[in-house]
């Protein structure tokens, strides 16, 4: 009763978690790209796109994808084969489990009318299920603090799902054991099964039960005579065969039980094994329970996943559909760590030791975002630099055993972060390529607000945009702060303004009116240095349209090292606006 009623419970929660879970892929927004979609629309659109596809030749691309991805697990045979035979083990074996023997009474007991859980073939194919998931937590454990793979990083949850799973499979095993010699239980399956009223037909059940069955008796023991031996297996054959197999078939638990033999009797009267019973299906049907509010939620999500991304693009696809599919994707990461292996930003995080620049890292703190949690100001300072170190190479997508398309992710995240996040100097810096290049997608003054933003936290108290007769006026007066260490040498004091610098720079060439776009020209920020007016230097949007390519420089006939101290500039800049936020 007790088995049943928790099943049932389990199975509910299950499913009302499931619902709440999917129901929260038309909810949730991910980015600029969620906006102005409402759920219902959202949900028409998925329905529209999964009959488009069964009505389509995408139908095939969605077998293939099944077949390769979903069952062969393909991506990650591709990525490492150890991983691959770690995750079928451990997958193949806790989904076998569940569908076997979990739900044993409900599937299994379905399809075959003969079914026990101590008859053969499924004695012996739970010891296996349960064998292949021991097997592969013990490669992870060896992948993880043998190998050490490099930049994998672990959080509670990985461990909190390796920790539940061990704890199932171990508490089974050992139950197993403990069932295999309890003398109670046989005493109660004789009483309640058994036809057996003669005393000597009982001993001589019991005798074959302790020499072939592992059973642990305080009243029999070996060595046993021949006669009461062949009594006792005609006694077995006639009661106890039809729903037993020998225990030896079941391996890991027949092996447990011989380590557990000396103390079998102490246990079996100290009622362990009943708690231990309630123990492990307590852990079964939590886990089973909990499979959609933690991580396990994966072994759903992440075929969807897969399933999704292998029909859909950019291009053709509804925007509906893509704001659903990236919220999805979100419960599809597994934290595995392989994009973050393959990440050519990953020098970023060597400098900077900061863990959000590793995709694998930002995927967790997306998921609270997502979710509407707050983050505290330094880590949404950390999760934009990170979003923002994206180099767009699109490796991660590429290598993502899960399928999810990372790139597309990062850009649409990311805006959303630069247009309420805090000011960013990586915006005006080369690595705004990207962002250059999808301007297109966004309104002009969407784009335009948070480079703006950027340029007046960088110029601090003098502000280009509403002053701009400082510019040209040049007013004396000294500064706030010194140029710092950043300013490797003061060839900027050999400037006699011959225009050189400016004359040759592509970027003042590019502009009509370059001054008004650009605050100051390279002749006029070295005339500022010159000057002592390190504040005024350090605020023209000039440093931060330098393109480098040192033109200035080379054709300096003072040898003035034009294009090194505008770098050494933003430095001095990023720096008194870190410092000062």
Not at 462 to 482: A, C, M, R, T, V
Request: proline share 5%.
């Amino acid at each position: 009763m007790f088995f049943r009623i928790s099943l049932y419970v389990s199975l509910i929660v299950f499913i009302f978690g499931l619902i709440f879970k999917v129901s929260q892929w038309f909810i949730r927004p991910v980015g600029i790209s969620a906006e102005g979609f409402t759920s219902w629309g959202r949900f028409c659109a998925f329905v529209r796109g999964v009959i488009g596809v069964f009505f389509s030749a995408r139908l095939f691309t969605l077998v293939k994808a099944f077949i390769l991805d979903v069952i062969l697990q393909w991506r990650i045979l591709k990525e490492d084969w150890l991983r691959w035979v770690m995750h079928m083990l451990i997958y193949c074996g806790f989904m076998l489990l569940v569908l076997m023997h979990a739900l044993g009474e409900i599937i299994t007991a379905s399809v075959f009318s003969y079914y026990y859980s101590t008859l053969n073939p499924f004695f012996f194919l739970r010891d296996l299920f349960g064998l292949m998931v021991i097997l592969g937590i013990g490669i992870a454990v060896f992948r993880r603090y043998i190998l050490k793979i490099p930049r994998f990083r672990s959080n509670k949850m990985d461990l909190y799902g390796v920790l539940l799973i061990a704890l199932i499979i171990i508490s089974g095993i050992v139950l197993e054991g403990m069932k295999i010699t309890s003398y109670s239980d046989f005493t109660r399956m004789v009483e309640d099964y058994s036809f057996l009223e003669e005393e000597e037909d009982l001993t001589a059940l019991e005798s074959v039960w302790v020499k072939e069955f592992g059973l642990v008796s305080p009243n029999v023991s070996g060595p046993f005579d021949r006669d009461t031996v062949e009594r006792g297996m005609e006694n077995h054959e006639m009661n106890c065969m039809g729903c037993h197999s020998s225990p030896k078939w079941a391996f890991t638990g027949y092996v447990s039980a011989k380590i557990i033999g000396p103390v079998a009797l102490f246990l079996d009267v100290a009622g362990v094994p009943g708690v231990l019973y309630y123990i492990h299906i307590l852990a079964c049907f939590i886990g089973l329970a909990l499979i959609p509010f933690t991580k396990m939620f994966h072994i759903i999500s992440t075929p969807i996943s897969l399933l999704a991304n292998s029909v859909m693009d950019k291009e053709t696809s509804l925007p509906e559909n893509i704001a659903t599919r990236q919220v999805m994707e979100l419960d599809a990461c597994v934290h595995c760590g392989t994009c973050s292996r393959f990440c050519s930003a990953i020098m970023g995080y060597e400098a900077k030791d900061n863990p959000y620049i590793l995709p694998s890292e930002k995927m967790v703190l997306l998921k609270d975002l997502s979710k509407g949690k707050k983050l505290g100001k330094e880590v949404l300072r950390a999760v934009q630099e990170g979003v923002y170190l994206c180099t767009n190479c699109d490796r991660c997508t590429v290598v993502c055993p899960a399928g999810i398309n990372l790139k597309d992710l990062w850009m649409n995240v990311r805006e959303g972060i630069i247009q309420e996040g805090e000011p960013e100097p990586l915006m005006l810096s080369p690595l705004s390529l990207a962002r250059g290049l999808n301007r297109e997608a966004l309104p002009a003054d969407e784009y335009l607000l948070p480079l703006d933003r950027a340029r007046k936290a960088l110029a601090g108290s003098f502000d280009l945009l509403n002053e701009p007769e400082k510019i040209i006026s040049l007013p004396d007066g000294g500064s706030d702060y010194s140029p710092g260490p950043e300013i490797v040498d003061n060839t900027y004091s050999y400037c006699f303004e011959c225009r050189n610098c400016t004359n040759v720079c592509p970027v003042v060439d590019n502009y009509e009116n370059p001054q008004e776009v650009l605050g100051l020209l390279p002749h006029q920020i070295m005339r500022c240095l010159g000057l002592g007016l390190y504040q005024m230097a350090s605020g023209p949007n000039m440093l931060w349209e330098c393109v480098t390519c040192y033109q200035c420089q080379e054709h300096c006939p003072q040898q003035v090292k034009v294009a090194d101290i505008l770098y050494d500039l933003k430095n001095t800049a990023v720096r008194n606006m870190m410092d000062n936020s």
